[in-house]
């Protein structure tokens, strides 16, 4: 199958920081990444939808200003956590919609901690 | 209602028991149909792929889709204490997003 890249695994910074994540599709082109967040033992939550070359689109409840999403290219999209707080400490998934089997590949994952 | 509903579980089997796995949605429109598995810690892996009704085989993985039920479902035979992970579903129109199920936990006991 294909495969997603996130960098980097896992971080932690001093609150008030901001943290870039990096989401690459490595064999495939994606139009549309997306971003989720997920809490212990929780379902995934959506957080937005990234278009390449166009606005991110956000999910009731994100603070657009707060998580930062660029989608440069076909194959890297970025998130950026801004003036990270103890509360976005968690485990954020990127994933890339392959277009002609409609489905999407997910990364590995990024574990946050903001102490 | 949900679009996509999935019991969470948690499941657990002793070692060489069939699992099965449902979910069942409400939008008629859905036409791919996924299941990923997902270990802790991890971001999901994608298991199976089926596009519209029927069935689809992958090795111990089975995957079933009924339309006029609604309903999917993911068998899993001889299972394997490798297999304990949590398992969503998804589904999708083209060109639409994704909806997803909440997980069903599954742990096989050696």
């Known amino acids: 199958g294909a495969v997603v890249s996130q960098h980097p695994s896992w971080v932690i910074c001093k609150s008030g920081t901001s943290v870039k994540i990096e989401c690459r599709s490595l064999?495939?082109?994606?139009?549309?990444m997306f971003w989720y967040r997920q809490f212990p033992k929780q379902s995934l939550m959506l957080m937005a939808t990234?278009?390449?070359?166009?606005?991110?689109?956000?999910e009731q409840g994100v603070e657009k200003d707060k998580f930062l999403i660029n989608h440069a290219s076909l194959t890297l999209s970025t998130l950026t956590v801004t003036s990270a707080h103890p509360e976005d400490s968690s485990f954020y998934i990127c994933?890339?919609?392959?277009?002609?089997?409609?489905?999407?590949?997910f990364g590995p994952g990024t574990r946050l901690l903001v102490l | 209602q949900k679009e996509v509903e999935q019991d969470p579980g948690p499941l657990s089997v002793p070692e060489g028991a069939i699992v099965s796995l449902n979910c069942t949605y409400s939008n008629s429109a859905f036409q791919y149909f996924m299941w990923y598995r997902q270990y802790s810690r991890k971001g999901p892996e994608l298991l199976m792929y089926t596009y519209s009704s029927g069935n689809k085989e992958d090795g111990r993985f089975t995957a079933q889709v009924d339309k006029s039920s609604k309903y999917i479902s993911l068998f899993i035979r001889d299972s394997q204490p490798s297999d304990s992970a949590t398992y969503l579903c998804?589904?999708?129109?083209?060109?639409?997003?994704?909806?997803f199920g909440t997980g069903t936990s599954l742990t096989v006991i050696p």
């Open positions: 994933s890339a919609r392959d277009v002609l089997q409609e489905t999407q590949y």
């Open positions: 064999d495939f082109q994606a139009t549309t």
């Open positions: 990234s278009n390449e070359g166009s606005k991110a689109t956000y």
């Open positions: 998804a589904m999708s129109n083209p060109g639409n997003q994704f909806y």
